[in-house]
């Protein structure tokens, strides 16, 4: 896996243009599985130099849930899950939202990060095991965007069939 490619479906603060260093750091030719280190070192770097870049939030949670650090990935969910719902107006936690907690079609910006981090918290809770935990923040997930804007209906999916073989099991 590419650098680039942590960035490839990201949703992107702002509406701004994207500055000329974090636009050679999605060109840098990096392996994420070959070099985690140095990858992990230039992503913490570009959020030093842009705080306020949620997408450098999103890769770096990305990098760690590929890279089965699922305890740090949680802790970069959380925190991009608190600063989308305050930059966007709502709560942070997903279980107080509804249909008409904001406009959550057509899904931008903020708005598209919290939504995209809620798919992110439903895959890592799935890695972790929690197929229960999963599956209650993708199918809330699935009430917020029916219209699956973040493509949370595949992960939802892999929760459903957990937990039809858990059952199973049984």
């Known amino acids: ?13 702002g509406e701004g243009v994207v500055p000329m260093e974090l636009q050679k750091l ?11 280190a140095r990858t992990e070192r230039l992503l913490l770097a570009a959020r030093a130099q842009f705080p306020e870049r949620l997408e450098l939030a999103v890769a770096l949670y990305k990098m760690y849930a590929y890279s089965n650090r699922f305890e740090a ?34 899904a931008r910006g903020a ?16 890695r972790q095991g929690e197929a229960e935990a999963a599956h209650a923040v993708l199918s809330h997930l699935r009430t917020l965007d029916p219209q699956d804007q ?21």
């Open 1 to 13: 896996m590419q650098l680039r490619d942590l960035f490839g479906d990201v949703p992107v603060s």
């Open 26 to 36: 999605l060109r840098e030719p990096l392996d994420v599985y070959a070099d985690p």
């Open 73 to 106: 990935s949680r802790a970069l969910i959380a925190e991009v899950l608190e600063r989308s719902a305050a930059e966007a107006g709502f709560s942070a936690d997903w279980r107080q939202l509804g249909p008409d907690s904001a406009a959550w079609h057509p």
């Open 111 to 126: 708005v598209r990060c919290y939504l995209y981090t809620l798919k992110a918290l439903g895959f890592v809770s799935l």
């Open 150 to 170: 973040v493509g949370g209906n595949v992960v939802y999916e892999m929760a459903v069939r957990l937990l039809d073989d858990e059952e199973d099991a049984a």
